[in-house]
């Protein structure tokens, strides 16, 4: 008889999550290692994000289809909607290279010249020069899959900070509170914490962090299928708003890296990003420039790309990327084979199986 591979994930946010899943689904017998009280807690926190297909980078295209298609496994087993339906506008700069994107991975898309801006339903006071639109993109329900992921790692989690993971034999040992476990392989999705887990290992994953944080404002008009907006005008503020409530309008925004750096604090980082969302909102969009909710992360500086990074040392995986909610299915996929077949994917390789 074959021996039961015995796996660690360390963080259980919506990578770990789904790889826990993915292992599970392939026969392993899975711990997940999470430091904070729940999971899902630091970036894959709030109860909404932006999933779309539309990137410059037709293997993320494809990716992000891939990545739909496990949601909806998800949305059955579940029996809950984890995507809405009213797509993703994208404005600005971004759109030639995004259609590109979409065209080039054969995904659907439609261009909207300024005269037909109102059918987009945006809150925008004057319609954008050209819009494409991504009818397969939509506002991911965070806590449709934090419900889902959640029960499928219930009997797996340990809630303990990881201290160290060692190379050990063919395995790795992760130390804990509770002691020094040993597995077969170690995935370390551990977000924020990952770059202090893996950088005596050798492995090079980003580790300056910045601070990020999203405003919820109140959209009174707000007709129910508007759709989520990727805005990239040309000299003003890059931007990303979608419907967080009933009558809630969401905006987040690229900010200069100098105002938001890890060195500046907290406290200076928000305040400076309220007031350049506050001012944008006044300028440019119809809800009212009024934050009644908000929602903070670090991220990794300087600002990363779309996707992912999947680094190996023996045993041990380690990911980083940045905006992997809408790739999380896709991403935890293939942590867990790689970690069963002792491969390394990468994110274009990936998109080349995905067809
Ligand atoms: C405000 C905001 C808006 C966003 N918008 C979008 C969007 O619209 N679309 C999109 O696709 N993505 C978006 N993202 C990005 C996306 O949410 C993140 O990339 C994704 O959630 C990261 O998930 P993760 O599992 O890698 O990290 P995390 O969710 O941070 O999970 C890592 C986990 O590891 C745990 N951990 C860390 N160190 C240790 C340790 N030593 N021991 C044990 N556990 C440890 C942490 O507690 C954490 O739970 C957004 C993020 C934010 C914050």
Redesign the pocket.
Known sequence: MTAVMRAAV?????????TVAALRAAGAEVTC????PA????????S?????LAHEDPALVRLARWARAIFGEWESAAGRRMIGPEGCVVSGTAVAGMAAGLRAAGARSELVEPAGAARLRLPAREPPAVSLIDPEGGI?D?DAVRAHLGERAADVLVH????SVEPHGAGAVVR?ASGSHRFDAVVV??????P??VGSLGLDVPSTLAH???FTLPDPGAPPDRP?WIDDPAGGLHT?Q?RSGPRQWTV?ASMDPALVAWEVGREAAEAASRRAVLAHVRERLTVEPRIVGS?????TAPPQG?GFVVQRTGSVLA??????????PVVGRALAAAAVDGSTPSAASLAASAG
């Open positions: 360390i963080g259980a946010g919506v990578v770990g999550l789904s290692f999470e430091r904070g999971v899902m807690g630091e970036r894959s926190a709030g909404t994000r932006i999933f779309r991911t965070v303990e900070p990881v201290r804990s999705a551990a977000g924020a914490g990952t202090a887990l990020h944080v999203r989520c990303y979608h987040g929602l903070y992360c670090t991220t779309d990911v980083h990327g940045a905006n992997l909610f809408k790739l999380a």
